[in-house]
T-cell receptor, first 112, second 114 residues
Framework: DAGVTQSPTHLIKTRGQQVTLRCSPK?????VSWYQQALGQGPQFIFQ???????QRGNFPDRFSGHQFPNYSSELNVNALLLGDSALYLC???????????FGDGTRLSIL | AQSVTQLGSHVSVSEGALVLLRCNYS??????LFWYVQYPNQGLQLLLK??????LVKGINGFEAEFKKSETSFHLTKPSAHMSDAAEYFC????????????FGDGTTLTVKP
């Protein structure tokens, strides 16, 4: 049973570019959340998707957007990249309700 | 609103010694509390969780934590540290009204000395 998978594992971009990160949730999970983890910090909640809609959003600008597909997989898009966007981006899935979230290994995004 | 404070960004113990990682939370409604472990270049792995019921919860790898409402704490312990326990540990809080949003502490790096 595959867990949460994320792609790519590493990505290098330059300022001003746009990036798309992908996430496949664990089998049986329909809720996907995205987190940004800067170096030396805990993960910060970006947003959550359920039934193909954004249900909750953290304190991130509109440059951060997402999508959830009918198969529950999800994408995180970041436009107009800034140096400060360099971080590990984590995807977490859950079967909803109060069940714990399962995390993928993340995408390491570096902005030059 | 909810928040987590992890006291001590770095903790060092000898192999075989007690591990104690501290976590205090703030939540306006009854919280769900979690401890996660993160190894280098990996995602977060759930160690244990508290939702309701018994306040002493046992997790994987011999870890346990006790929910103390009066102290707003959820400290993580392990009686005897192993070298393989060296990692980053995160405490997180969630509530029923924000089921998808976990708020994490800044983490505690555990070093285990031989």
């Amino acid at each position: 049973d595959a867990g949460v998978t994320q792609s790519p594992t590493h990505l290098i971009k330059t300022r001003g570019q746009q990036v798309t990160l992908r996430c496949s949730p664990k089998s049986g999970h329909d809720t996907v959340s995205w987190y940004q983890q800067a170096l030396g910090q805990g993960p910060q909640f970006i947003f959550q998707y359920y039934e193909e809609e954004e249900r909750q959003r953290g304190n991130f600008p509109d440059r951060f957007s997402g999508h959830q597909f009918p198969n529950y997989s999800s994408e995180l898009n970041v436009n107009a990249l800034l140096l400060g966007d360099s971080a590990l981006y984590l995807c977490a899935s859950s079967p909803g309700g109060n069940q714990p979230q399962h995390f993928g290994d993340g995408t390491r995004l570096s902005i030059l | 609103a909810q928040s987590v404070t992890q006291l001590g960004s770095h903790v060092s113990v000898s192999e075989g010694a007690l591990v104690l990682l501290r976590c205090n939370y703030s939540s306006s409604v009854p919280p769900y509390l979690f401890w996660y472990v993160q190894y280098p270049n990996q995602g977060l792995q759930l160690l244990l969780k508290y939702t309701t019921g018994a306040t002493l919860v046992k997790g994987i790898n011999g870890f346990e934590a006790e929910f103390k409402k009066s102290e707003t704490s959820f400290h993580l312990t392990k009686p005897s540290a192993h070298m393989s326990d060296a990692a980053e540990y995160f405490c997180a809080v969630r509530t029923n009204t924000n089921a998808g949003k976990s708020t994490f502490g800044d983490g505690t790096t555990l070093t285990v000395k031989p």
